[in-house]
């Protein structure tokens, strides 16, 4: 199976500041990461799919991308809005494995 | 506008059974890809089972023999039969759609499931 290392666990930076989270694939992935946003006591929302495509009607400051089994998630201008838990996504063979999770917060 | 409302959540004695539901609307759960994932208290999200518009049924290996899903399409509904509960078991379990197989879509507010005595 496909494991996804996702770092780092948790975040804190200030308003304005460059986010940057990441997975790491133990393999090549035969289709490209999702990333989604879940902020407390919600359900989890897609933000990214296929590593780099923005999902319809989410702000143009979340973006993805990939390099090999390295896929990359920056937030361009962290906004109040922005805090919440960020994990990656990835599907192999009939299965679907998340990473680990970021929790982001605000300084 | 898609929206999936689970419910069949509560409490359950470990070795119990329960049935969730997931009631769609605005998507089609006979022609599109329907899930569960979950995810217990203060941690993370762990896909749980999937049902492909063909019919094909896959599952996580902690659920594998002890969970089934199956959808109604006279009713757009999902169902995750639960059997053989155990304590670890115990999560939000989240209903989950998709147009493609590779990810999830939209998701709905989840329901408890607690396995204790």
């Known amino acids: 199976d496909i494991q996804m290392t996702q770092s780092p666990s948790s975040l804190s930076a200030s308003v304005g500041d460059r986010v940057t989270i990441t997975c790491q694939a133990s393999q090549d992935l035969s289709y490209g990461l999702n990333w989604y946003q879940q902020k407390p006591g919600k359900a989890p929302k897609l933000l990214i799919y296929d590593a780099s495509n923005l999902e319809t009607g989410v702000p143009s400051r979340f973006s993805g991308s990939s390099s090999g089994t390295d896929f990359t998630f920056t937030i361009s201008s962290l906004q109040p809005e922005d805090i919440a838990t960020y994990y990656c996504q990835q599907y192999d063979n009939f299965r679907y494995t998340f990473g680990q999770g970021t929790k982001l917060e605000i300084e | 506008e898609v929206q999936l409302v689970e419910s069949g959540g509560g409490l359950v004695q470990p070795g119990g059974s329960l049935r969730l539901s997931c009631a769609a609307s605005?998507?089609?759960?006979?022609?599109?890809?329907m899930n569960w994932v979950r995810q217990a208290p203060g941690k993370g999200l762990e896909w749980v089972s999937v049902i492909y518009s063909g019919g094909g049924t896959y599952y996580a290996d902690s659920v594998k023999g002890r969970f089934t899903i199956s959808r109604d399409d006279s009713k757009n509904t999902l169902y995750l039969q639960m059997k053989s509960l155990r304590p670890d078991d115990t999560a939000v379990y989240y209903c989950?759609?998709?147009?493609?197989?590779?990810?999830?879509?939209?998701w709905g507010q989840g329901t408890l499931v607690t396995v204790s005595s």
């Open positions: 989950a759609g998709s147009y493609s197989y590779a990810g999830f879509d939209f």
């Open positions: 605005g998507i089609s759960t006979n022609s599109n890809y």
